[in-house]
C-alpha cells in the first residue's frame, strides 16, 4: 500500500500537541504499519516456498550414484601400472566422500 509523498513527514501545525502525533501523523503510521505486516507476511511466505525448493533440490541429489569397483591389486608389471595408476584415480574422485569416512 503506498502512501502519497506529500503525506509522508509533513507535520500539521494546527490541532496537534508538540508531544503528540496528529490524526494525519497516526494515520499515515496506521497504513505503514499495515503496510509492514503485509511484507512479513509475503517474505514468510517466500521462505517457506524457498524451503520447499531446497528440500526437494537435497532429495533429488541423493540419487543412486554409479559404483566403481576397486581396482584390483597391483602385481608389478610395469605394462599394468598406467591403466593401475588410472583406475585408482578414478576410483579415488569417485569416492572421495566414502573414502573420507572410512
Known amino acids: 500500500m503506498a502512501t502519497p509523498?506529500?503525506?509522508v513527514g509533513s507535520r500539521a501545525t494546527t490541532g496537534s500537541s508538540a508531544?503528540?502525533?496528529t490524526s494525519n501523523q497516526a494515520t499515515v503510521l496506521a497504513a505503514q504499519a499495515s503496510e509492514i505486516q503485509q511484507l512479513k507476511e509475503q517474505?514468510?511466505?517466500?521462505?517457506g516456498q524457498l524451503q520447499v525448493?531446497?528440500?526437494g533440490a537435497v532429495a533429488t541429489n541423493i540419487a543412486p550414484k554409479m559404483?566403481?569397483?576397486v581396482p584390483e591389486l597391483?602385481?608389478?608389471?610395469?605394462?599394468?601400472?598406467?591403466?593401475?595408476?588410472t583406475n585408482m584415480?578414478?576410483?579415488?574422485r569417485y569416492n572421495k566422500q566414502i573414502l573420507a569416512t572410512d
Open 43 to 47: 517474505m514468510a511466505e517466500l521462505i
Open 67 to 69: 559404483q566403481f569397483k
Open 19 to 21: 508531544s503528540g502525533p
Open 5 to 7: 509523498a506529500s503525506s
Open 89 to 92: 584415480d578414478l576410483y579415488y
Open 74 to 85: 597391483f602385481d608389478g608389471d610395469k605394462e599394468k601400472l598406467k591403466p593401475f595408476l
Open 53 to 55: 525448493q531446497a528440500a
